[in-house]
């Protein structure tokens, strides 16, 4: 087996004779990815399917689809917000938008609940959709 990037108990190999079948492993998981099936390189299979061994040694790929994630922004009572970014998957990078406005406060940047970015500064999605709140300073 090739988990190919995944974590799982599956077993490294697994030893059968011509025309035996093997049973394929449980998924195997990968954060910001949905395991799709196993390929033997010509043709997928689900886990727990079975497959009858040829003359040949054959590996098990994992194959995956990447989740698409949506960062969309909540101006917290400023000016209109920007638009939310869809499709954004794992490791992607992105600028974070300009200021928006509000009479009589500051803006001090975009915050994801744990960090705040100013505008331009590179964000990398992780493993989760993101809603941006605009954080502000000055008189309430």
Do not use: C
Request: proline share 5%; glycine share 10%; no cysteine.
């Amino acid at each position: 087996y090739d988990i190919n990037g995944g974590t799982s108990a599956v077993p490294v190999s697994v030893v059968r004779n011509y025309l035996n079948t093997v049973t394929l492993a449980a998924a195997p998981t990968r954060p910001g990815y949905t395991f799709t099936h196993w390929s033997d390189g010509a043709n997928a299979f689900a886990p727990g399917d079975t497959y009858t061994m040829s003359a040949q040694d054959v590996t098990f790929t994992a194959v995956w689809s990447a989740i698409n994630y949506t960062m969309s922004y909540n101006s917290n009572g400023g000016s209109a917000a920007p638009s939310a970014l869809t499709g954004k998957r794992i490791g992607d990078s992105f600028a974070i938008p300009a200021a928006v406005t509000r009479a009589s406060r500051n803006f001090l940047g975009w915050s994801d609940g744990t960090n705040t970015y100013s505008p331009g500064q590179n964000y990398v999605v992780q493993t989760s959709s993101v809603d941006f709140a605009a954080v502000w300073a000055g008189e309430s």
